[in-house]
Nanobody
Framework: VDLVESGGGLVQSGGSLRLSCAASGMAIRVFGVNGMGWYRQAPGKEREMIAQIVKEDDTNYADSVKGRFTISRDSDNSAMYLQMNNLKPDDTAVYYC??????????WGQGTQVTVSS
């Protein structure tokens, strides 16, 4: 499975960005997807889950982004998105997409940098 993020960049505080994650690989169709999510890692901090979407499109968000970020995905699991509104300097981080297949195998993208200036 290959995951490729895009859409990161530099934005002013209060601005918006939309991240995309393109997913490909036969294993997605063979095994099925248990869940997909977005994580981020700021300098000197651990990687943290910020949004995830699981079967039947149940979503979970970290408290720090709830009400500002929205996760979504295409019905065939070929892409996932993160709409980020009202961005804050504390949102500055490398953002990673994650996919977990049925059976528990997890995959990561290479990450995309998001920088929010004050």
């Amino acid at each position: 499975v290959d995951l490729v993020e895009s859409g990161g960049g530099l934005v002013q505080s209060g601005g918006s960005l939309r991240l995309s994650c393109a997913a490909s690989g036969m294993a997605i169709r063979v095994f099925g997807v248990n869940g997909m999510g977005w994580y981020r890692q700021a300098p000197g901090k651990e990687r943290e889950m910020i949004a995830q979407i699981v079967k039947e499109d149940d979503t979970n968000y970290a408290d720090s982004v709830k009400g500002r970020f929205t996760i979504s995905r295409d019905s065939d699991n070929s892409a996932m998105y993160l709409q980020m509104n009202n961005l804050k300097p504390d949102d500055t981080a490398v953002y990673y997409c994650n996919m977990v297949l049925q059976g528990g195998r997890a995959y990561w993208g290479q990450g995309t940098q998001v920088t929010v200036s004050s």
